[in-house]
């Protein structure tokens, strides 16, 4: 089943008098439960198409379908209900918050997104800090915390809410390489488990290694699609 669907997608913004094309018509379908990287130098599209496909903004040309809902017609109500339910977001820099502790980044998203009652919080904060090898820090505030750790926690707080899509922008660039390579096989783990659909926006060839389907972008076009049978080592 196709999760995500794109038909001549494209996001122009105005700098001063120039018009920048950041994505000119672009075409793709990503699989559920799959692990999917876009790929390219700077400046080819890939963080602009994931802002698109997290309903973090707009496109102005084509389409957009996430989960079978045309995302490119909501407003902004709709789209961050849509992106609370739907969606969970890994960043390079983490963007945990400095004055919670583990556990309370994890459970932030429910008490935002979904408001679910404490005893559910409480579920389903406990079973992620396990799974992601976390537990036993759950009381730290991210600056006690490794580039790891950090990470994993991130990772947790993306998987809450149960999204059907997670989107990770560079979520291996500031990690050295071991470090790397146990977020990757967390995040391969927590797709088999949970059957959630990764896309990642990366120049890092590690991520690039383990994926089954690479996009390649360039100028804001769609360049090049390889599908990887397995995918990973």
């Known amino acids: 089943m196709s999760l ?5 997608l494209r996001r122009a913004y105005t700098l001063g008098e120039v018009e920048v094309q950041a994505l000119r018509g672009v075409d793709f379908t990503i699989e559920e439960g799959t692990l999917v990287s876009f790929v390219g130098p700077s400046g080819s599209g890939k963080t602009t198409l994931l802002n698109l496909i997290g309903c973090l903004d707009k496109p102005t040309g084509g389409r957009l379908w996430v989960d079978q809902t045309d995302v490119s017609g909501l407003g902004r109500n709709d ?7 739907t969606i969970g977001f890994i ?11 583990a556990y309370e980044n994890i459970e932030f998203p429910l008490v935002m997104a979904q408001a679910r009652p404490p005893s559910e919080r ?11 090898g976390m537990a036993d820090h759950k009381d730290k505030r991210p600056d006690q915390l490794s580039g790891g750790q950090k990470q994993r926690v991130a990772v947790a707080r993306a998987l809450v809410t149960r999204p059907r899509l997670v ?6 660039a500031n990690l050295d390489h071991d470090t790397a390579y146990a977020i990757i096989d967390l995040m391969r783990r927590m797709k088999q488990e949970l059957q959630t659909t990764f896309v990642f926006s990366t120049h890092d060839t590690r991520i690039i290694d383990e994926v089954e389907v690479v996009h390649t972008l360039e100028d804001g076009r769609l360049t090049n699609q390889e599908s990887r049978e397995g995918g990973g080592r």
Not at 122 to 132: F, I, N, Q, T, Y
Not at 167 to 172: I, Q, R
């Open 122 to 132: 409480h579920r389903a904060v406990g079973e992620l800090l396990e799974a992601v």
């Open 4 to 8: 995500v669907v794109a038909e001549e």
């Open 91 to 101: 960043f390079q820099d983490f963007n945990l918050i400095p004055v919670l502790t």
């Open 79 to 85: 789209g961050a209900r849509f992106r609370g339910e």
């Open 167 to 172: 989107l990770a922008d560079e979520p291996t």
